[in-house]
């Protein structure tokens, strides 16, 4: 799997991504941090989370040395060529607040479910619609081929979350949201589309370096290559001269010994230069191409995409 940086998710949403409610400040260098929603609870006997409103603000209260499970803000929709997986963001983990080990897989649909663990010996608080998880996106290889019934989660995980206390709530909260609402949602959020527009003039500039770069590269990697051969080709040649010079004069005095030195009209010196030089290219080219196919990828990998 490789993961996307935030210039291929720029691409993908929208195309192979959906994630909505969008906020753009929840999109990092390689991954999209996800809110939590006021709809948490105990893993142990399935009771909703408490929720203390301070400041006109809501707090979810996390219990000390307790599991217990969140559903996200954003839902998601990710094609067959798209994968996932969840992590904890470190700010939360060095409170205590751990650990996520999830994957999100090919045509998910819905909201995350997250399953975290409060490890210190203190209640944490975590407020309303404040990230907490992250989510990093990757390519697969190959498109994924599932048939219905190889698709084991049911859209926003509906059968885990009928199970916990008032989670019949929250699925009728989502009840009339599916994949094309997601996506007209996306398509109409303005958030979105300043963020495109934004973001659009970055990756030109970013590409307008990648081809800078590039270029500096090729150039590199061309000079390298150039003297490389040249290195050969004064290493080789000596070599080849004197290895000829032994071959020709047998190639003489084989001719002279056959019925060719009776004919007047050939002369077995004249086939000694246009011999030569023929078999001495051939049999150098020959070399130099061998000993580019060990050396030239060599100069490929140094002078490769991290050298600019």
Same mark, same amino acid.
């Given at each position: 799997?490789?993961?996307?940086?935030?210039?291929?998710?720029?691409?993908?949403?929208?195309?192979?991504?959906?994630?909505?409610?969008?906020?753009?400040?929840?999109?990092?260098?390689?991954?999209?941090?996800?809110?939590?929603?006021?709809?948490?609870?105990?893993?142990?006997?399935?009771?909703?989370?408490?929720?203390?409103?301070?400041?006109?603000?809501?707090?979810?209260?996390?219990?000390?040395? /307790?599991? $217990?499970?969140? !559903?996200?803000?954003?839902?998601? %929709? #990710? @094609?067959?060529?798209?994968?996932?997986? *969840?992590? /904890?963001? $470190?700010?939360? !983990?060095?409170?205590?607040?751990? %650990? #996520? @080990?999830?994957?999100?897989?090919?045509? *998910?649909?819905?909201?995350?479910?997250?399953?975290?663990?409060?490890?210190?010996?203190?209640?944490?608080?975590?407020?309303?619609?404040?990230?907490?998880?992250?989510?990093?996106?990757?390519?697969?290889?190959?498109?994924?081929?599932?048939?219905?019934?190889?698709?084991?989660?049911?859209?926003?995980?509906?059968?885990?979350?009928?199970?916990?206390?008032?989670?019949?709530?929250?699925?009728?909260?989502?009840?009339?949201?599916?994949?094309?609402?997601?996506?007209?949602?996306?398509?109409?959020?303005?958030?979105?589309?300043?963020?495109?527009?934004?973001?659009?003039?970055?990756?030109?500039?970013?590409?307008?370096?990648?081809?800078?770069?590039?270029?500096?590269?090729?150039?590199?990697?061309?000079?390298?290559?150039?003297?490389?051969?040249?290195?050969?080709?004064?290493?080789?040649?000596?070599?080849?001269?004197?290895?000829?010079?032994?071959?020709?004069?047998?190639?003489?005095?084989?001719?002279?010994?056959?019925?060719?030195?009776?004919?007047?009209?050939?002369?077995?010196?004249?086939?000694?230069?246009?011999?030569?030089?023929?078999?001495?290219?051939?049999?150098?080219?020959?070399?130099?191409?061998?000993?580019?196919?060990?050396?030239?990828?060599?100069?490929?990998?140094?002078?490769?995409?991290?050298?600019?």
């Amino acid at each position: 799997m490789a993961n996307l940086s935030n210039r291929d998710f720029f691409h993908e949403l929208n195309r192979n991504i959906w994630v909505h409610p969008f906020k753009a400040e929840n999109i990092k260098g390689s991954s999209i941090n996800l809110s939590a929603s006021k709809f948490a609870w105990k893993i142990d006997d399935r009771s909703r989370l408490e929720i203390e409103v301070n400041g006109g603000k809501q707090y979810l209260i996390i219990p000390a040395s /307790t599991p $217990v499970i969140f !559903a996200t803000e954003e839902a998601v %929709y #990710v @094609s067959s060529k798209i994968c996932g997986t *969840y992590h /904890t963001k $470190v700010s939360w !983990a060095s409170r205590g607040l751990g %650990y #996520v @080990s999830t994957t999100l897989d090919p045509e *998910y649909f819905g909201v995350s479910l997250i399953g975290m663990t409060n490890t210190s010996a203190n209640e944490i608080k975590l407020e309303v619609g404040e990230t907490f998880v992250t989510l990093m996106f990757g390519y697969l290889h190959s498109e994924a081929s599932l048939e219905k019934a190889e698709r084991a989660n049911s859209p926003h995980q509906s059968d885990i979350i009928a199970r916990y206390e008032d989670g019949a709530d929250l699925l009728g909260e989502l009840r009339n949201l599916s994949i094309s609402k997601l996506k007209e949602n996306l398509d109409n959020d303005d958030a979105f589309k300043s963020w495109v527009l934004e973001f659009a003039k970055k990756d030109s500039i970013f590409q307008k370096q990648e081809k800078a770069q590039k270029k500096k590269r090729d150039i590199k990697k061309f000079k390298w290559k150039l003297l490389a051969s040249l290195m050969m080709y004064l290493v080789i040649a000596p070599l080849l001269m004197i290895f000829f010079i032994f071959a020709i004069n047998w190639f003489i005095g084989w001719l002279e010994g056959t019925e060719m030195m009776y004919n007047a009209n050939i002369d077995a010196n004249d086939l000694v230069v246009p011999l030569s030089v023929a078999i001495f290219i051939s049999l150098l080219a020959s070399f130099v191409l061998i000993l580019t196919k060990a050396i030239f990828p060599y100069i490929d990998k140094k002078w490769g995409e991290n050298n600019a």
